[in-house]
Structures are given as C-alpha cells and as structure tokens.
C-alpha cells in the first residue's frame, strides 16, 4: 500500500494512505462520462493530488475544473490539420531524443512564431501536449520541454502576455505534474524582463522546474549533463550527438496524421480517419518521430 507522510495543512503524526485518498478522490468525482473514466486513472488522480499537496478538496476542485474545460475544449478532438499551419516553421515539435531519465522532448522554437493568433497558438500547443502523452512509454508520466532561443526578439515571437499566461495557465490547471523540467536555453537578455511579467502566473512548483542555460557556462553544462545524456543530446544543445535538428513539416505532418488514428481509437472517437481496411493500420502504433529530424 501506498505511503507517504502528510503535508503541512495536515496532521504530520499520521501516516498518508495515498491507495485510500485516491479512491476518495474516484468517488467524490463519480458519476463520470465514459471518456472522463477513461482520463480519470488511478495515475491521473494521483498527478492532482500530488499538485495540490494531497490535499483531497483542492485536488477535486482542480480535477472537476479540468473534467469541465476538457469537456468544452475537447483537446482530445483536435486534428492536425486544424492545427498544421501553427507548425509550419517548427516553433514546436517532438525530438527524436529524449532525457536522461527515458522522458519524451518537446523543442520549443519562439524565434520561429509564425502567427499573432493567440487562441491558435494554444490550441497548437495543447495538440502537442497530448499527442505527447499519447506517446508516452509505458511507466512515464511526463515529458521535457526544451526552449531554443536562437533567432528570438519580441517583435518576431509576436506572442503576447496573456498568450502566454492562457499557456501557463493550462499547463498547470489541466496538465498537473506533467511536466519534469523547462530548459530556457541561451534566452537573451530580453526575454528575462518578458519573463519576469510571466512569472507572475506561473505556480511556485512549476516555477521551480524552470532552469534558464548558458552556452559556455560551466553551472548550465552541469545542468544539461543532469538532465540529458550528453552522447545522445545534438550539440546545438551542448551535447555530443552530430544530428540535423533542421524540421521537416511534410514529414512531421504524416507522423501525426498517423498519431491521430491512434489518439481516435484510444477515446473512441467517431472519426473517418480510422480505416478499418487499410492492411498497414496496426503499423500505426509503433511509429516514431526520428523521420521527422534528420540524422
């Protein structure tokens, strides 16, 4: 059975029985539709209370408010081609590497914003962030971000504050302990004062898996080496690994076309994109993103 001790608005001398809270949580949330069933695993009951410091009412209230939003934003229902033109420049992507501790990357490009859409780009990213979690390997439950700053000024990001807070936002409201870590790498100068109003919105738990990194500087290195396996990690990044990070979108744009087969018969979503005659549909389920980046 599972154990851990209470935190601090609880009573310390009692040992916490998360296999009893978990339940708790189920049935204080009960009934459910059949697809928030199927979000609503033991894992995914355990991410809420862990964010709200197993604290049963403030991770019901943070879980109910996430049932309602995926229920009117329906993230599950978004396609590739209603989000395709968000990504022609590769501003965010799947790596064809992952972390030190086996954890997909997301590779965030703000220097390559493409559109002023602010709800477009939200939509884009949380199109991502799900087909990430689709991908997930079996034991993982989260995922990197990693931020490549080259070629970024405020004018080309064309991102504004509330974009960003909508971002934040749904990160931590709807994506609880998703997240292992942001890597900001090589931000210039202005971002830091950008960053300094974001801030503002952003948790203290999310706050502190942020790591800003350095080219050249010995405590960034340490930071990097930490978190990724140097051999394996492209040297634009620090590493040693000699890959072409250059994006592909009409080879990116396939692997999700297929992704999105698959995200259709996970929550049995009505949808044309499943063919049940295509021979090669089982194929679907083992694709990779390494087409995408060439090596």
Known sequence: MLQRWRGQNQNESEPLDQDKMIKDLRI??????????????DA???RYLEARNWNLEKAKKMLKETLEWRSN???????????????????????????RFGRPVLIMRPGKQNTKTGDGNVRHLVYLIENAILNLPDGQ?????????????????NIQVKTSRDIVNVLQNHYP????????????????AF??????????????????????????????????DTENLPCEFGGKANLNLKYDHEEFSKIMAQDDIKTA????????????????????????PDAVLTK
């Open 141 to 157: 439950e989260q995922m990197t971000w990693l931020i490549d700053f080259t070629g970024y000024s405020i004018n080309a990001s």
């Open 28 to 41: 204080s949330i009960e009934p459910l539709s059949a697809r928030a069933k199927k979000f609503c695993t």
């Open 195 to 228: 960053f300094k109003i974001i801030s503002y919105f952003i948790d203290p738990k999310t706050y502190l898996k942020i790591k800003f990194v350095y080219p050249n500087d010995q405590a960034s290195i340490e930071i990097m080496k930490s978190y990724f």
């Open 44 to 46: 995914c009951l355990k």
């Open 265 to 288: 018969r996970f929550w049995d979503c009505e949808s044309t994109l499943i063919d049940d005659t295509d021979p090669n549909r089982d194929d679907v389920m083992s694709l990779e």
């Open 73 to 99: 934003y329906k993230p599950e229902e978004i396609r590739w081609d209603e989000v395709a033109h968000e990504g022609e420049t590769g501003k965010v992507s799947r790596a064809n590497f992952v972390d």
């Open 177 to 192: 302990e998703r997240l292992a870590i942001i890597v900001l790498h090589n931000p210039p100068k202005i971002f830091e």
